[in-house]
């Protein structure tokens, strides 16, 4: 039952969205061709010292393929992570989600919150925080100087059309 006074955050405009996700050059068919290649060299390799006598070498070359393998699946599972960053004109909300699933939200005013950086004379922008009222988070810890200082530009924008309000268009 409502009340009349609840505000509709569901059907509220997003000034701004970014869904980040780690970065990984390689993708399956380019892990597969890696891994077959890996495969094959060792197995060559392997045969020639079994051909020499040292038969306990040939083992050893598929453990090292093995656990290049496993490395690999390692870095595959943890590129599941991401983070989602989402401002309307009522709030920001910053979702992370790791790579074993678990779900950490944050809440913020945008007329209250504050973007900091953590800037490198070489590199450029290191960290982006959101501060507000005392709390302070690291986000877009994904990207990399140069997609950072873009991030901070497009969410600087979203957080000043935020605090300036909707914008009434009875076109629409």
Do not use: C
């Not at 890996?38 to 010292?49: K, Q, R």
């Not at 990207?143 to 914008?167: H, Q, V």
């Amino acid at each position: 039952m409502s009340t009349g006074n609840e505000i509709e955050r569901d059907s509220e405009v997003q000034i701004f969205s970014a869904l980040l996700t780690p970065h990984r050059s390689l993708n399956r068919t380019g892990f597969l061709a890696v891994m077959l290649f890996l495969s094959a060299v060792s197995f060559v390799t392997g045969l020639v010292f079994l051909m020499m006598g040292a038969w306990p070498v040939f083992g050893f070359f598929g453990l090292d393929v093995l656990v290049i393998w496993w490395a690999f699946k390692a870095n595959f599972r943890s590129a599941r992570a991401r983070e989602e960053i989402v401002v309307t004109t009522s709030e920001l909300r910053v979702r992370r989600v790791s790579h074993r699933g678990q779900v950490a939200e944050w809440t913020f005013n945008p007329l209250w919150v504050r973007l900091d950086t953590e800037v490198d004379e070489d590199f450029g922008i290191e960290h982006l925080y959101l501060i507000s009222r005392g709390r302070q988070i690291q986000i877009a810890r994904f990207l990399g100087p140069d997609e950072k200082a873009s991030f901070y530009k497009g969410l600087i924008e979203a957080l000043n059309a935020a605090k300036r309000g909707p914008t009434y268009n009875p076109v629409t």
